[in-house]
């Protein structure tokens, strides 16, 4: 393993960076695009070198850097989970943490995920601006442990579509708030859901101006509503869930979405929260739009029986996270068994499934220039797994953890 030391000065101190060199060899390379010829990477502290060949690496190659040898396995860029309240025993709206960070983020990455946006659903306006302070606080180094932004869920959504969003704390924003989260912007948070029949339109520019995707959802909008304010919004949060279904006569949120095909959509692909069959329908309209999110809570990743979820008791049982009465409550779904579920029961193509957690979310919050592919000069972000769809090890920012 070569291991080269680079001092930089920074306000008169100096900083040490080791940049390490890996080799991944023998894979079965998913570029995010497509699968290739090629079936070796190498790695260069925190980003992609070069792509190529096993029999191109010379002895050099082999003898000096740290090679893993992974056997023919799929190795796919990270995913990326652009929907994720809590995972591995915690939940973001209970601790709004590093700490909680990083244990999502460790929790993540067991499943192939490498990237994910820390979700807030409706609360109060101190966790909200806890959130943001959170976000800014850690700046650069959010993406150090795996967070792109925020994703704020509510609380400036419909009554009518607030699922298990507590009724209380459902509201109208106000202006100072907004700008709060405006200031924070498209580089704290990548997404925000708002019900576009309830939202102030002053509200929405000021949002959009700031370069946040703004995010439809638990939504009861006509479609009509949801055309006067169409401009602002780029994303819609959960398809088929807390929204308006399709009808005959009025399309609503849903028939909106699918006429309309310009939107990026997430889906929570578990069987539970939309039907296989369900999937594989909105899959054919909405094609390379569709992207895969887990909308995972505190369980994932755990033996959890229930937990509190802002004011609710939610139980867990058989991949189930549902409240007494038999709401919803986030799901336990992971993204490997979500790219799993995509392939042997909606019955779609492996390449696409990966495209659904990797390239297709890069491009629906503009972080595609440096994730969701395995390309030179990319971060080096990767996960592999084998033919059960059960992850083997992951590479975040360069940093190797086998499974």
Do not use: W
Request: net charge negative.
């Amino acid at each position: 393993m070569v291991v080269q030391y680079i001092i930089r000065i920074k306000k008169g101190e100096y900083e040490i960076h080791t940049v390490v060199t890996m080799i991944i060899k023998n894979a079965k390379i998913f570029d995010g695009d497509k699968f290739i010829g090629e079936n070796a990477v190498i790695i260069e502290g925190r980003k992609i070198k070069k792509i190529t060949s096993t029999p191109f690496l010379t002895d050099e190659d082999l003898k000096n850097n740290e090679v893993i040898d992974i056997e023919g396995k799929v190795l796919s860029p990270g995913f990326i989970d652009l929907q994720l309240n809590g995972c591995g025993g915690v939940l973001f709206n209970d601790e709004i943490t590093r700490e909680t960070l990083e244990i999502m983020n460790e929790t993540n990455k067991r499943f192939g995920a490498t990237s994910y946006l820390p979700t807030l659903i409706t609360s109060p306006d101190e966790k909200i601006l806890k959130a943001l302070k959170l976000i800014e606080d850690l700046k650069d180094e959010k993406e150090d442990i795996g967070v792109l932004g925020l994703h704020i869920e509510g609380p400036y959504i419909s009554l009518e579509k607030k699922g298990v969003h507590r009724p209380d704390y459902i509201r109208v924003l106000s202006d100072s708030v907004i700008d709060e989260i405006a200031k924070v912007g498209y580089e704290g948070v990548k997404i925000m859901t708002i019900a576009p029949e309830v939202a102030l339109e002053k509200h929405l520019i000021k949002l959009y101006e700031s370069g946040i995707n703004l995010s439809i959802g638990h939504s009861n909008a006509l479609y009509e509503e949801i055309k006067e304010k169409e401009k602002y919004y780029r994303n819609a949060t959960h398809l088929f869930n807390a929204m308006r279904p399709f009808d005959s006569r009025e399309p609503g949120v849903v028939g909106y979405l699918l006429d309309n095909k310009n939107m990026n959509c997430g889906i929570i692909v578990d069987g539970l929260h939309a039907s296989f069959p369900s999937v594989r329908v909105v899959k054919e309209v909405l094609k390379s739009k569709l992207y895969l999110v887990t909308d995972a809570v505190s369980p994932m990743g755990t033996n959890m029986e229930y937990f509190m979820f802002e004011g609710h008791k939610v139980y867990y049982k058989d991949g189930r996270c549902a409240t007494e009465t038999g709401t919803l409550g986030g799901s336990a779904l992971d993204m490997i068994t979500g790219i799993k579920n995509l392939v042997k029961e909606v019955k779609i193509s492996e390449e696409e499934a990966l495209r659904m957690a990797t390239s297709y979310p890069a491009k629906a919050v503009q972080v595609d220039d440096r994730y969701g592919y395995i390309k030179e000069g990319y971060i080096a972000d990767l996960t592999f797994y084998n033919e059960d769809f059960v992850v083997e090890g992951t590479i975040a920012k360069g940093q190797l953890t086998k499974y």
